[in-house]
């Protein structure tokens, strides 16, 4: 029988998913957003679905059947005010009153680990206040900790991509966090033999019109045969004047002065550079003014598949919804390979534990 999880937070299922792949069973997901929820369900039809806010779940009528029954609990908690400087603000204080939600799952289900998933600054922030605050509330109930920051492109991911990984376990010292890879993946490497459109172009479901060019594109189209969200964003007349005047390797530096815009975002109006690791995916990665998310020759901006293919979802997954929704579903998750790298040190965990038991 597979290791049973609980994913909270869920968004669209990038922690489900690297979980799924190391081999896990995600029996339970909790996420608000309904648009969001809809494309988690498409993606992972046995999971059971609870689209509602965590602070207004009945946590007898939904948890309690779980208790001593799951083996993990994973998720990402909002946590908006740890990144506010020179205020001291605690895990109680109510910007960040979802992290005591999760807590209060991992106490009523009982589960033999955790894993939290945050901003990096969680664990820097105030001195370390929070990071001992965590760590004083987890082990009140009985969980060992391990923490750390963990970059994406340390593990396959073609992003660099920094987050703080927190990993429990009851009653006995956590498993330590993934150890880092040596495979470096390109922007190209990601996104070489996706078909080359132009502004505007790009239908919901097409065929694919290149072979798989690294092994990287190998492992993520892998049997599929549909090419799923590939369709650029139609720029205006306005946009595409002033990309064409952006060479490969460049950014707003070569414009001239009337094309030079106030966008505050690092990397506006910049093209990715191909044989570079990517910055980190936003949620508004459409946009040439919002990021270096410029494609490294075309003019447009990447596409929901380019930037799924940049946070190592596999062609299989469908993002399915507005487009709006699409890219929060994108840029808000966790990379699968990340996941999957973090999954894997408490499977190796259980089967130590299993053998011990022998």
């Known amino acids: 029988m597979k290791p049973r999880i609980i994913d909270l937070f869920a968004g669209v299922g990038g922690l489900s998913l690297g979980f799924e792949d190391a081999g896990f069973e995600v029996v339970f997901a909790n996420e608000y957003d309904s648009s969001i929820a809809e494309s988690y ?36 908690p909002p946590c908006q005010g740890f990144s ?27 589960p033999k680990y955790f894993v939290m998933e945050n901003v990096p600054n969680l664990l820097t922030a105030e001195g370390g206040y929070f990071k001992k605050e965590i760590n004083d509330l987890f082990n009140k109930i009985g969980y ?44 190209w490497d990601a996104i070489s033999d996706l078909a080359y459109l132009n502004s505007g172009e790009g239908n919901e ?13 190998r492992k993520l189209r892998g049997n599929n045969e549909i090419l799923y969200n590939h369709i650029a964003t139609n720029h205006s007349p306005l946009a595409l004047e002033r990309l064409a005047l952006i060479p490969p390797n460049a950014g707003k530096e070569v ?60 062609d299989s997954f469908h ?24 999954a894997q040190v408490i499977m190796n965990d259980i089967d130590i534990d299993k053998g011990d038991k022998k």
Request: glycine content about 6%; overall charge positive.
């Open 41 to 76: 369900v498409y993606n992972h039809p046995n999971t059971e679905m609870l689209v509602a806010d965590i602070t207004t779940i009945d946590f007898d009528k939904i948890f309690k059947r779980f208790s001593g029954k799951i083996d993990v609990v994973i998720g990402g």
């Open 84 to 110: 506010q400087k020179g205020q001291r603000k605690t895990i109680h204080d109510e910007r960040n009153f979802l992290f005591k939600y999760y807590v209060k799952v991992v106490e009523y289900v009982h």
């Open 144 to 187: 060992h900790l391990n923490m750390g920051a963990l970059n994406a492109a340390d593990y396959g991911v073609p992003q660099n991509r920094r987050r703080a990984v927190i990993i429990g376990k009851l009653n006995e010292p956590a498993p330590q966090l993934p150890t880092p890879n040596q495979d470096k993946v390109s922007i």
């Open 205 to 217: 479901e097409q065929e694919y019109r290149f072979q798989q060019q690294s092994a990287y594109q």
């Open 255 to 314: 414009l001239p002065k009337e094309h030079l815009t106030k966008s505050i975002y690092s990397g506006t109006w910049t093209r990715m550079v191909q044989d570079e690791i990517s910055v980190t995916i936003t949620t508004r990665f459409d946009t040439p003014s919002s990021g270096k998310f410029t494609h490294p020759y075309l003019n447009r901006a990447i596409t929901v598949r380019e930037a799924a293919r940049i946070q190592s979802f596999p």
């Open 319 to 342: 993002f399915v919804g507005t487009k709006g929704s699409q890219m929060k579903q994108v840029g808000n998750a966790v990379p699968p390979l990340l996941a999957q790298a973090i």
